[in-house]
């Protein structure tokens, strides 16, 4: 907040504690005169008299003093940590201003208002009556408490909203780092089976194809390392990156492996967790045809299913009971892909996964249509 937005704050929270003081001396000057005449004989009520005495000798001049108090709470603020020494200053300075407004009323009833009997009195003797006599001290500790609780209140208030921006600062920052990390271990777990995949061709000695997937690899990991430092893309980038993976495992399968992809042109444009389909297709590849004979088909399907992004990837591999055997845990892309749905988008996704033996396994992921505006926080 800036130094005038500050000042003006200040000066409205003043006013209306001021004004609220104004309001308790008006309703203990009405509760006062009922009392009076519940409880005394020959009582005669006087309520606009009297509020006017407590407005021009008791709350008139805290109109004047409300700037000190607020010079004093912004010098020494109420803090945890330091409070003892706020308070010590806080009571000096009420202190201070609780005589000036004795000695001052005192001054102005002796050679103004003061009665015949009460001319032989001095001014500070005046100002002793007001104090202690009128209770004129408990309503000046009555009036700075209701003022440095008023200005302190928004010291509080201004400290837990920075506690919030730097909880939420530190829980974002460690999101991303957690994200960082899951994104991290994706290149590595892809780069080990490719370099596997090129050593096989390798030790066949097909020297040619093993070249062609090493170029493409090449590819691929240059356009990885170009986004590594986004969190989101495009889907159409994604499908891209898929379709560079595809040409690199169509080296290993060849013909074997057709790819059926369909995707709306109406969700091309839509953000998506950057590497979140290449493990999914990886994941059939290795795991649904690493062991099948003959051909082996794989779909790829994205549409828009309200206000969801529906993603289906099926295969027609060997798939397996996974879930219901005990023994059966994830690997490092199920997995990765788990934790970063789960970091972005909390429990608004779904992620499931179904299988049988001979026939295959399906994964459907429905996402939140985000904004396109959404890469310009990146």
Request: glycine share 8%.
């Amino acid at each position: 907040m800036t130094e005038p937005a500050e000042r003006n704050t200040s000066f409205r929270s003043l006013a209306g504690a001021l004004a609220l003081v104004w309001v308790g001396f008006a309703v203990y000057t009405a509760l006062q005169q009922v009392s009076g005449m519940l409880t005394l004989r020959d009582f005669t009520p006087r309520f606009f008299g009297s509020l006017t005495s407590l407005t021009l000798y008791y709350w008139l001049p805290w109109v004047l003093f409300a700037p000190l108090v607020a010079v004093g709470s912004a010098r020494v603020p109420i803090r945890p940590g330091h409070w003892p020494f706020a308070l010590l200053a806080h009571s000096l300075l009420l202190l201070g201003l609780a005589l000036v407004h004795g000695l001052g009323i005192g001054i102005i009833y002796h050679y103004m208002a003061a009665s015949t009997d009460m001319a032989t009195y001095r001014p500070w003797q005046h100002a002793g009556h007001f104090l202690f006599g009128d209770d004129m001290l408990l309503f000046d500790m009555v009036v700075y408490a209701s003022l440095a609780a008023t200005l302190n209140i928004r010291n509080f208030l201004e400290i837990v909203h920075q506690q919030e921006l730097d909880a939420s600062k530190l829980s974002q920052r460690l999101a991303e780092l957690q994200l960082q990390t899951l994104r991290m271990q994706i290149d590595p777990h892809f780069l080990f089976n490719a370099m596997n995949a090129v050593s096989v061709l390798i030790k066949k000695g097909d020297n040619e194809r093993a070249e062609q997937t090493l170029g493409r690899l090449s590819s691929f990991f240059r356009q990885t390392l170009e986004s590594c430092d986004r969190h989101w893309v495009t889907l159409d980038e994604e499908l891209d990156l898929v379709r560079q993976y595809i040409a690199i495992v169509q080296v290993r399968f060849g013909d074997r492996l057709t790819i059926d992809e369909r995707c709306d042109d109406s969700v091309r444009a839509t953000p998506v967790p950057a590497m979140l389909l290449q493990p999914l297709i990886e994941n059939a590849v290795m795991h649904g045809f690493g062991d099948k004979v003959g051909p082996c088909a794989l779909t790829l399907a994205c549409r828009a299913d309200n206000d969801h992004l529906a993603i289906t990837v099926e295969d027609d591999g060997v798939g397996g009971t996974f879930y219901a055997d005990p023994r059966f845990t994830e690997g490092i892309g199920l997995t990765n892909v788990r934790g970063r749905l789960e970091q972005m988008y909390g429990r608004d996704h779904t992620f499931s996964l179904t299988s049988k033996p001979g026939v295959g396994t399906r994964i459907e992921v429905r996402l939140p249509l985000l904004p396109t505006a959404l890469f310009a926080t990146q």
